[in-house]
């Protein structure tokens, strides 16, 4: 099946390019999540069409990402959390708590831009990517210290 890509998937392609892929994932996946549109030769000459329009949007996109991830390269973000005596976090500190640590700071971060494999368990100073568009990324530094 042939789809042109609406936005940009992971280990996929990024927008507009024309890619194919197999029927189940293409019809179970990406058509209802609207990531893709069908690629017949109407669709496909409409996405030319408006293809300046597009790339103005996502010009302003990324000039607005490089914008905060240079405001983000600088932000320490602390948690405190009850922890046994070898350090390790009796819960742990997930991307939902770096997202709303960040938003009462005044920065407004999706949580899927967050890159973060597991949850962090262990009590330390810890650096996470927040990957806020495919070419712009911002490093934050997270404490976490042990409450008693």
Same mark, same amino acid.
């Given at each position: 099946?042939?789809?042109?890509?609406?936005?940009?998937?992971?280990?996929?392609?990024?927008?507009?390019?024309?890619?194919?892929?197999?029927?189940?994932?293409?019809?179970?996946?990406?058509?209802?999540?609207?990531?893709?549109?069908?690629?017949?030769?109407?669709?496909?000459?409409?996405?030319? $069409?408006?293809?300046?329009?597009?790339?103005?949007?996502?010009?302003?996109?990324?000039?607005?990402? $490089?914008?905060?991830?240079?405001?983000?390269?600088?932000?320490?973000?602390?948690?405190?959390?009850?922890?046994?005596?070898?350090?390790?976090?009796?819960?742990?500190?997930?991307?939902?708590?770096?997202?709303?640590?960040?938003?009462?700071?005044?920065?407004?971060?999706?949580?899927?831009?967050?890159?973060?494999?597991?949850?962090?368990?262990?009590?330390?100073?810890?650096?996470?990517?927040?990957?806020?568009?495919?070419?712009?990324?911002?490093?934050?530094?997270?404490?976490?210290?042990?409450?008693?």
């Amino acid at each position: 099946m042939k789809v042109i890509l609406r936005s940009d998937v992971d280990k996929l392609g990024r927008a507009g390019e024309v890619k194919d892929v197999k029927n189940g994932f293409g019809r179970n996946y990406l058509l209802p999540n609207r990531l893709a549109l069908p690629a017949t030769p109407a669709s496909i000459k409409s996405w030319e $069409k408006a293809r300046e329009k597009r790339a103005k949007l996502v010009e302003g996109r990324v000039s607005q990402s $490089k914008e905060l991830a240079s405001k983000l390269a600088g932000v320490s973000l602390s948690f405190s959390r009850p922890a046994g005596a070898e350090g390790k976090l009796f819960g742990s500190v997930g991307k939902s708590d770096i997202v709303k640590s960040l938003k009462s700071c005044g920065y407004t971060v999706d949580k899927s831009a967050v890159a973060l494999d597991a949850s962090i368990k262990q009590v330390g100073d810890h650096e996470v990517e927040l990957r806020l568009m495919p070419d712009v990324s911002a490093k934050i530094k997270v404490t976490v210290t042990a409450r008693e």
